[in-house]
């Protein structure tokens, strides 16, 4: 006969938190030995989430993106490049641009032209 389930670790479950549920036992232990407050064991639990969400994210997306394996940035021929995307590199490698919530590629801003346009038919 196994033993019972606690409930907390069923709503993780319904929650879709499988990480935190199937870690949860151990850090209860953990944290009862050590004295952690309640806190502490959210944060540690949540952290584990989001690293195992974060993981998970990137194997997809590498999936989907359907490069080999061997393909990595240190194995990039910058040569064989156009100057423009050379030029852009750096920042692309830096991902800056990504938490300024714009759209951009190598070959330049999307949406720019559009909002300058727009702003200039609204008369600003």
């Known amino acids: 006969m196994s033993a019972p389930v606690d409930p907390t670790v069923m709503l993780m479950r319904s929650f879709c ?36 969400r974060g993981q998970k994210r990137t194997a997809r997306l590498l999936a989907e993106s359907g490069l ?37 590629s190598p070959s330049g801003c999307l949406g720019g032209a559009r909002r300058t346009s727009s702003r200039r038919w609204a008369g600003n």
């Open 68 to 104: 080999p394996e061997t393909k990595t940035l240190s194995t990039l021929d910058e040569a064989m490049l156009p100057a423009r995307v050379r030029r852009q590199l750096p920042a692309l490698i830096e991902g800056g641009f990504v938490s300024g919530q714009s759209t951009c």
């Open 17 to 52: 938190l499988a990480t935190m549920a199937g870690q949860y036992e151990e850090v209860m232990q953990r944290a009862e030995k050590e004295g952690w407050s309640h806190r502490e064991v959210l944060r540690h639990l949540c952290e584990s989430e989001a690293v195992e």
